[in-house]
Nanobody, 123 residues
Framework: QVQLVESGGGLVQAGSSLRLSCVASRRTVSSSAMGWWRQAPGKERQFVAA????????YYADSVKGRFTISRDNAKNTVYLQMNSLDPEDTAVYYCTAGTGVRAIGGGDIGYWGQGTQVTVSS
């Protein structure tokens, strides 16, 4: 069983930056695409970003393009989400995910979910 543990969430002001991290419990995840989804209060879960196993391919939701950057360090079994120019609309619980490919993750075909980390952006 793979465990994904997120960290780095918090309360920030609009325009600020945060970096989320997700550590996977098993090295085999380094052969998986990984990504981030989020869920705002009262809304459905929404795809945010994904990265291929090698890190050579990335995929973003239109709402975060140009503001968020996903990266990974396979030696540390870790994926990151750098979030800049945060907006109150980005307030959500952010979930780390693992799957077979960036488009699969983007389409909701996900093998593993983390427990989530709260990001709150105040205006």
């Amino acid at each position: 069983q793979v465990q994904l543990v997120e960290s780095g969430g918090g309360l920030v002001q609009a325009g600020s930056s945060l970096r989320l991290s997700c550590v996977a419990s098993r090295r085999t995840v380094s052969s998986s695409a990984m990504g981030w989804w989020r869920q705002a209060p009262g809304k459905e879960r929404q795809f945010v970003a994904a990265i291929s196993d090698s890190g050579g391919s990335t995929y973003y939701a239109d709402s975060v393009k140009g503001r968020f950057t996903i990266s990974r360090d396979n030696a540390k079994n870790t994926v990151y989400l750098q979030m800049n120019s945060l907006d109150p609309e980005d307030t959500a619980v952010y979930y780390c995910t693992a799957g077979t490919g960036v488009r699969a993750i983007g389409g909701g075909d996900i093998g593993y979910w983390g427990q989530g980390t709260q990001v709150t952006v105040s205006s």
